[in-house]
DNA sequence: GTCTATAGTACGATAGAC
DNA sequence: GTCTATCGTACTATAGAC
């Protein structure tokens, strides 16, 4: 029986577990310091989890369905195509903290292990859709020109954002993100019909 | 003296270095790694550089010096601001390995200490008013409209190539990096005067 | 389920011979 | 300048008591 309020040790691990592959990456994050910020035992993270690359995946894809979840209710929030894409654009973000889940993509060990990898796949592969089908129904509608491309422009607007975490990082600076994004709104009023 | 020809020790172990720190980041490249790969010792590594670090500062200035000469040709290649900047999009790279500059920014150890930071942070200084001269000359001329906003374009076109990386990478489709950069190219005609 | 103890390996760095 | 030997620490994981 689990209760419905008190959260598990396990539920503390991938938390925890989560915090530091954003923070950190994978290949800089060890069992110790999951420990460590969980307040569990060496035991316990064993108990639950077959190792380190285990409960990593668990952490991401709770990360991925976090993201996944706010991202759905941006593109959601608003009328037409381009209320809607903005509103992804202008998500609530911390640029110095990087992308919870476009960080982990530099990290060797997560492109070069298919397990570590498919939580990240799967998220970038569902929200280009996702952005794509916002943008197709623009062009439905009669609100973006016909010939848009809309992968092309998904792609664009996913980039935008993920190399916006880069630059903001290497300038340690928000406003480097904020040029970025603004730029690729004012590039996708040219959709309009 | 030193030949001109015949690379001394020190020189193999910056370019492993540099290497291994595009390959695998910061905190997930050993010394021993570097050493292994430049066929040097222990003994020849601590000689000629004080630690880790210090040879990784020089690494990546290697690194960004190769890439800011690469850059330049790009953006030296074409009459038209947009041809400029369009060159630099459509340069040769391998989405698939990410760029040997922004992936560093990444690591948690290369944004906490700013001798690492660095090297990187005025790459990407130099990279934004480098492009951003690009296309206010191209205003200059009467080539782009007058109110284009060349900060936030620049910011717009290095971003889409740093996300294009994050997006090839982990769909391990270097497709994904060309959508983006194209979609960037045709964002670019738009500031047409 | 959680704890402590410990395994075996690799880490980054230093010492000292040559 | 380069080598081998070694330091002290941290790594990921396992064992076995409770």
Redo the contacts between chains.
Sequence with gaps: MYSRVMKATKDHLVEAAAELLW???Y??TSPAMIQKRSHAGQGSMYHHFSGKADLAVTAMRHSAGQLRLATETALDSGTTALERVGAYLDMERNPLA??RV??L?????V?ADDRL?AP??E???WL?QRIADVLAEGVRSGELRPDT?V???A??V???????Y??A????DQA?FR??T???K??LV?LRA
Tied chains: 1, 2.
Excluded at 158 to 164: C, L, N, R, Y
């Design positions: 923070e950190r990456g290949a800089a990087g992308c476009g960080r993509v530099q990290d060797p060990d492109v990898r990240v796949e998220f970038f592969t280009q491309d992968a092309a422009m792609s664009l996913i980039a935008t954002v993920q190399g916006g880069v630059l990082r290497a300038q340690q480097a040029r970025a603004q730029a690729a004012s590039a040219h």
